[in-house]
């Protein structure tokens, strides 16, 4: 059994410090095999705000890989945000925007969708697709994390990002298994399944870890144990107001017919 456990939307900036030692007592708790941080760190780039994401995820002692969201890219400076977008997040947290890892026979691989030419909405690049897609291990389980959603549920007012759909194909036909992704700041799994927009891939939005946002009621990240064709997904929760960590919330998924289903 491979532990993945994916946190996205910290927002160091503007984030519930009281929250900080909870969150992280949880995951040690947790003893994943491989943590997956998928953007987002910062609420405005900030080098200050990076220094106490990267000062934070430090502490956390499984191995992990991150990637940036659009909110680690400037957002004032729009002299560093047209020429040299990602230097400060490079600085923080070493030069690949891509970061590639494998625990078991998991095998995960990021790509970057921030955008710093529209700010907001992301982009999925084809030859980040293609990177994943030559890495996919047809014996294991494969799974790619950015940062914006490669699908979104209606009720959803935020523009998917550029060429979101195509990658969901591109990838699905290729083998990839399991899409990990935030930026909206809500949870949805079962409802994406039930589109039957991309059977073989299953779709993980996970809420935002830190954000101190009150409209997003709650804190929460997501931990993966895999084995084989068999997921059992763990959905932890911090309510606004609250002092820490709820129970999980368990669902159980299989994949054993060529589908994803929930068991």
């Given at each position: 059994?491979?532990?993945?456990?994916?946190?996205?939307?910290?927002?160091?900036?503007?984030?519930?410090?009281?929250?900080?030692?909870?969150l992280?007592?949880?995951?040690?708790?947790?003893?994943?095999?491989l943590?997956?941080?998928?953007?987002?760190?910062?609420?405005?780039?900030?080098?200050?705000?990076?220094?106490?994401?990267?000062?934070?995820?430090?502490?956390?002692?499984?191995?992990?890989?991150?990637?940036?969201?659009?909110?680690?890219?400037?957002?004032w400076?729009?002299?560093?945000?047209?020429?040299?977008?990602?230097?400060?997040?490079r600085?923080?947290?070493g030069?690949?925007?891509?970061?590639?890892?494998?625990?078991?026979?998991?095998?995960?691989m990021?790509?970057?969708?921030?955008?710093?030419y529209?700010?907001?909405r992301?982009?999925i690049?084809?030859?980040?697709v293609?990177?994943?897609?030559?890495?996919?291990?047809?014996?294991?389980?494969?799974?790619?994390?950015?940062?914006?959603?490669?699908?979104?549920?209606?009720?959803?007012?935020?523009?998917?990002?550029?060429?979101?759909?195509?990658?969901?194909?591109?990838?699905?036909?290729?083998?990839?298994?399991?899409?990990?992704?935030?930026?909206?700041?809500r949870?949805?799994?079962?409802d994406?399944?039930?589109?039957?927009?991309?059977?073989?891939?299953?779709q993980?939005?996970?809420?935002?870890?830190l954000?101190?946002?009150?409209?997003?009621?709650q804190?929460?990240?997501?931990?993966?144990?895999?084995?084989?064709?068999?997921?059992r997904?763990?959905?932890?929760?911090?309510p606004m107001?609250?002092?820490?960590?709820?129970?999980?919330?368990?669902?159980?998924?299989?994949?054993?017919?060529?589908?994803?289903?929930?068991?």
């Amino acid at each position: 059994m491979t532990r993945i456990l994916h946190l996205t939307d910290l927002h160091f900036g503007f984030h519930r410090e009281a929250l900080e030692a909870p969150l992280l007592e949880r995951i040690a708790a947790l003893q994943p095999d491989l943590v997956a941080v998928g953007g987002d760190l910062t609420h405005r780039g900030l080098p200050a705000q990076l220094a106490r994401a990267r000062t934070f995820l430090d502490r956390i002692e499984a191995p992990l890989i991150c990637l940036p969201g659009n909110h680690d890219v400037p957002l004032w400076n729009l002299l560093a945000r047209t020429f040299w977008p990602f230097r400060a997040y490079r600085k923080a947290f070493g030069p690949s925007l891509t970061p590639r890892a494998h625990a078991g026979d998991v095998r995960v691989m990021a790509i970057n969708s921030a955008d710093p030419y529209s700010w907001q909405r992301g982009k999925i690049r084809a030859g980040e697709v293609g990177r994943v897609i030559a890495h996919v291990d047809p014996l294991g389980t494969n799974i790619a994390v950015l940062h914006h959603p490669l699908q979104q549920l209606p009720r959803v007012d935020k523009a998917l990002a550029r060429q979101a759909t195509r990658a969901l194909r591109r990838m699905e036909a290729a083998g990839v298994n399991i899409v990990l992704s935030g930026h909206l700041h809500r949870w949805a799994v079962d409802d994406l399944l039930a589109t039957g927009h991309a059977p073989r891939v299953l779709q993980i939005q996970t809420g935002t870890a830190l954000c101190a946002r009150i409209t997003d009621i709650q804190n929460e990240f997501a931990l993966l144990e895999i084995e084989g064709t068999e997921l059992r997904l763990e959905r932890h929760m911090a309510p606004m107001g609250g002092k820490g960590f709820d129970a999980p919330q368990i669902a159980g998924y299989s994949r054993a017919s060529g589908v994803w289903r929930r068991v």
